[in-house]
């Protein structure tokens, strides 16, 4: 079984079993930088709000951090946010490091709408990631809803 297995099999027996995990909505997180310490809760879920639809006019960027010696693993449990083909109404990003400059996560798009979440683990070569989410004013859908866990390089 590969490092990349193990992780993903420790988090979904972590989350299973209720290990030091918490989840955040963006809106309520909005421009800020939450720290996830390596011996506190080491896993989390990031969902745009707490409604089951995300709102209008969003543009939030929450940025998570953890140890220099750490990184994250993201899993998808849905994506169901507007689609445009080129997602420039309502999308997802996610950037591996501390800033929306930094390129997205490998293997991850760069802008993420639509509602075909996706498949399997991405992890970040850093420390931190950064999430921007947007949305126009016209509709709404469900959302996203990922996983994201620690674990020492």
Known sequence: MGNLALVTLFLCVGMAHGFG???LY????????VHVDVFGKQAGRLR????SKYKPNMSCTVTIRTAD???FVVVFRRLDVEYEP?????YLQIHDGNTT??????GLPRKMCGDERP???YVTT????TVFFKSDSWYNDNGFDFIFTIFHT
Do not use: L, V
């Open 21 to 23: 995990k918490f989840s």
């Open 26 to 33: 963006m809106e309520e997180k909005c421009g800020e930088t």
């Open 48 to 51: 745009p709000t707490r409604t």
């Open 69 to 71: 010696s750490h990184r």
């Open 86 to 90: 080129f997602c420039d109404d309502d």
């Open 101 to 106: 400059s930094a390129p997205t996560i490998p």
């Open 119 to 121: 498949k399997g683990d």
């Open 126 to 129: 850093g420390s931190s990631m």
